[in-house]
């Protein structure tokens, strides 16, 4: 044991990965060991990768990586694959040690790590190395065959980087039991002072992952499992944390691209905020999102427009046909188009990636069409979780979001949403067919607008070659008139005046 | 401790050993005298063991990629053969060294 005085508050290092130095409450524990585990494919060599990457890259940590399993050369190519400049890094801050058990090696006897001790303490030392990974130790202990000598390595091991105030990352695999963790190294969480469990679980026949701190001595850390996904750059953790400073609010109206919807809405939306529109399949969500989409660039904003399921190509074209021309925007880089497939990731994966563009393009307006796509992998509470996150991320962001969300069943006037994400709508615009005299129109109406004295008529939605508009209400017998019936008034109305005059 | 060797002119048919230790830690102790004995026994006349402490020399060990003591290299006649613990199956060495086994008794 070492004989130095235990310090008063947990020191600890930033991993650097977003989300889990939340989880974490500030990240791994300096001198400690910090115990990854998981199935087979969880994620533990990319996280202790990640973790030695970017504290070498942020905080100028050196570490060493110990490579039980896998090739060395493989492990440090993987990292190429996120974007992580490894050669550049091997130069002097990362370093590598292939300490694979070739298989023809013949073993005879007790052996122990003093000699994997010494020689990681030397390199540590000519190196100036503060940082430690032992990937699949596991693979190493299991060629002793011998429980009471795999207890004894792991507590040398662990005695070794405490006494030389190394910060130790083990990862270790576990059997498939879960939650319960191998009972041949059950002791393992006990002796780290940080304990991380890695799973991958299928729902909806979409994989999902996730992190969940176990254990952190002389530390809080949240106790929930937390989503996380690996990406093209890496690990992200979908951190619990909702804590955000409040974002000012704007008192700037934004338009819907619609001049008649703008003045039920005394002027369009508030910057900042979200609108949601719901209608059935096939009511004109889109061509709304178009409207708005062709608004904002005109006011020659950055616009990110994510389609589910439909091609963007496809989506341009069709608002071509009612005069809604976005190629020039999507030429001159203004507006950015993401048709994404929606069984092909998680709802988490989507949010990453959703976030990710925002993060890359900046964009004062966003359109997500339909959010309710998200419902369909991931299970209805977690997709939930994350349409609440995609629309808090954008509050946080100052960001003006239309978002579509399809209704279920054919009812016009059940208001409800696969997400229930009307709830956290600043505005709330349904779209519905209106049944009437033999002809079915598209009808609109304003269900909420917060802050707003939004009108409380139904109105007709008008698509034409010239573009989207709303008819004038013309009520009889207390029914909205549309279609032909609405016209024949129309016209009435019109020869009425011209007569008056 | 040491009897050292170069490795490049070894007589003719000797066997030639590289033992890693750590220091005095016991299973590296034990690992001494037991590929002492066996080399004793079974090749008196022509072997070489060449000792390298990793406590002296820890660079070198992991330049050789050996890292859990005690190791001991067989280097000739080839093919090289690698071997780790205390040395204290002998069955399994003369094996891996493809000697037969148990020719006394």
């Known amino acids: ?501 | 401790m040491t009897e050292a060797v170069n490795t490049l002119d070894h007589p003719k048919g000797a066997y030639v050993f590289k033992l890693y230790l750590a220091g005095g830690a016991p299973n590296s102790v034990r690992a001494f005298a037991n590929l002492y004995a066996i080399c004793r026994k079974h090749f008196p006349d022509s072997h070489r063991i060449e000792v390298i402490d990793i406590m002296k020399e820890p660079l070198r060990a992991l330049a050789e990629t050996v890292l859990v003591t005690p190791t001991v290299v067989k280097l000739f006649p080839l093919p090289a053969v690698r071997i780790i613990g205390d040395l204290s199956d002998e069955e399994a060495i003369l094996r891996a060294l493809g000697l037969p086994q148990k020719e006394e008794q």
């Open chain 1, 1 to 501: 044991m070492s004989d130095k005085p235990q310090p008063a508050a947990t020191e600890k290092i930033f991993s650097g990965i977003e989300g889990f130095d939340d989880i974490t409450c500030g990240g791994l524990p300096v001198g400690r060991t910090t115990l990854l585990m998981g199935g087979p494919g969880s994620g533990k060599t990319v996280l202790a990768l990640q973790i030695l990457v970017s504290t070498a890259m942020n905080h100028g940590t050196r570490g060493i990586f110990v490579a039980f399993e896998e090739n060395a050369r493989r492990v440090a190519a993987n990292g190429e694959i996120f974007g992580w400049d490894m050669p550049g890094l091997e130069k002097s801050d990362l370093y590598f040690v292939d300490a694979c058990v070739q298989s023809d090696v013949v073993k005879s006897g007790s052996f122990d790590l003093t000699g994997l001790l010494l020689v990681l303490e030397a390199k540590a030392a000519e190196m100036g190395a503060k940082l430690i990974v032992f990937d699949a130790i596991d693979v190493l202990l299991g060629l002793l065959d011998d429980p009471t000598a795999e207890a004894r390595e792991l507590y040398r091991l662990h005695e070794w980087l405490m006494l030389h105030h190394f910060t130790g990352i083990l990862t270790s695999k576990v059997e498939d039991g879960q939650p319960a963790i191998s009972a041949r190294y059950g002791f393992m969480p006990f002796m780290a002072d940080c304990a991380v469990m890695l799973s991958q679980r299928i729902a909806d026949r979409v994989a999902a992952r996730f992190v969940r701190v176990l254990k952190y001595r002389g530390s809080p850390h949240a106790l929930n499992e937390v989503p996380f996904v690996i990406g093209p750059h890496g690990v992200e953790v979908g951190s619990s944390n909702g804590v955000h400073p409040e974002p000012q609010p704007f008192d700037e109206r934004v338009s819907t691209g619609i001049v008649r919807l703008d003045e039920m809405l005394c002027g369009g939306i508030y910057r900042g905020t979200n609108m949601l529109i719901t209608g059935s399949s096939g009511g004109g969500k889109s061509t709304l999102a178009g409207a708005f989409v062709e608004a904002a660039c005109c006011r020659n904003e950055r616009t990110l427009y994510i389609s589910f399921d439909e091609n963007s190509r496809d989506i341009v074209r069709d608002l071509g046909t009612m005069s809604i021309d976005l190629a020039p925007y999507l030429e001159s880089g203004l507006l950015r188009m993401e048709s994404i497939r929606t069984e092909a990731a998680s709802s988490e994966e989507h949010f990453m990636n959703i976030k990710r563009m925002i993060k890359e393009q900046h964009p004062r307006c966003v359109v997500i069409d339909p959010l309710s796509a998200l419902a369909r992998v991931g299970g209805g509470m977690a997709a939930r979780a994350v349409a609440e996150r995609l629309i808090y991320l954008c509050r946080n962001k100052g960001i003006t979001v239309l978002f579509t969300s399809l209704l279920e069943g054919s009812d016009p006037h059940l208001e409800t949403t696969t997400l229930h994400v009307s709830t956290i709508s600043d505005s709330w615009i349904q779209i519905y067919y209106a049944l009437l005299d033999g002809e079915r129109n598209r009808a609109l109406s304003i269900i909420k607008s917060r802050g707003s004295k939004h009108s409380n008529k139904i109105r007709e939605l008008i698509f034409s070659d010239t573009g989207v508009t709303l008819a004038d209400p013309y009520t009889a017998g207390g029914e909205v008139l549309m279609g032909t019936l609405r016209q024949e008034k129309e016209t009435a109305a019109s020869r009425q005046k011209a007569g008056v005059q």
